[in-house]
């Protein structure tokens, strides 16, 4: 049981750049997160996802796309790197959070935009 | 709408001494309340969380919180601080929609 896993764990891409990262959990959860920390900042929702063929925008979604084409991942693309999106990204995955259940976070991925 | 604030960002106690992280939070609803700790170039781990059963809430590693809905406050309190227990601290809400809404963090120093 893996939990929730996240490729790559470091990136490094120049401005203009493309990029998928890849959240995959093993748990049968419905909601799918993606967050951004920055330092002071907490994490920052991007966009989320309550089941399988949905998303829905968070907080900061602009300049990031999201696809949940199978239950078990959640895609982040950047199709056009900005240094702005340099960041620790984290995917989290639950059950319904309004139940009361928590979340459970993956390892993060550093990505660094030059 | 919900929210929650860190009234502290970085707080730092000595080995041995008690520790105390305070989160005021703001629901509309009946809410869920989390403490979650990140360790130094680490994901997030659930430390505790509140769900309207009890008000004293025990989590891992020796930590408890109170939800005091007169005060809407759920601080974090461990009565013996270790050198382990040096991370970031997340108090977290949610309980109605689909999202979770973080405060800013608390950083916790542990002095030896």
């Known amino acids: 049981n893996a939990g929730v896993t996240q490729t790559p764990k470091f990136r490094v891409l120049k401005t203009g750049q493309s990029m998928t990262l890849l959240c995959a959990q093993d748990?049968?959860?419905?909601?799918m997160y993606w967050y951004r920390q920055d330092p002071g900042m907490g994490l920052r929702l991007i966009h989320y996802s309550v089941g399988e063929g949905t998303t829905a925008k968070g907080e900061v979604p602009d300049g990031y796309n999201v696809s949940r084409l199978k239950k078990q991942n959640f895609l982040l693309g950047l199709e056009s790197a900005a240094p702005s999106q340099t960041s620790v990204y984290f995917c989290?995955?639950?059950?319904?959070?309004?139940?009361?259940?928590?979340?459970?976070f993956g390892p993060g991925t550093r990505l660094t935009v030059t | 709408a919900q929210s929650v604030t860190q009234l502290d960002s970085h707080v730092s106690v000595s080995e041995g001494t008690p520790v105390l992280l305070r989160c005021n939070y703001s629901?509309?609803?009946?809410?869920?309340l989390f403490w979650y700790v990140q360790h130094p170039n680490k994901g997030l781990q659930l430390l505790l969380k509140y769900t309207s059963a009890a008000t004293l809430v025990k989590g891992i590693n020796g930590f408890e919180a109170e939800f005091k809905k007169s005060e809407t406050s759920f601080h974090l309190t461990k009565p013996s601080a270790h050198m382990s227990d040096a991370a970031e601290y997340f108090c977290?809400?949610?309980?109605?929609?689909?999202?979770?809404?973080f405060g800013t963090g608390t950083s916790l120093t542990v002095i030896p």
């Open positions: 989290a995955s639950g059950r319904d959070p309004s139940a009361f259940y928590e979340q459970y």
């Open positions: 629901s509309s609803y009946s809410p869920s």
């Open positions: 748990m049968n959860h419905e909601y």
């Open positions: 977290v809400v949610s309980g109605y929609g689909n999202q979770f809404y």
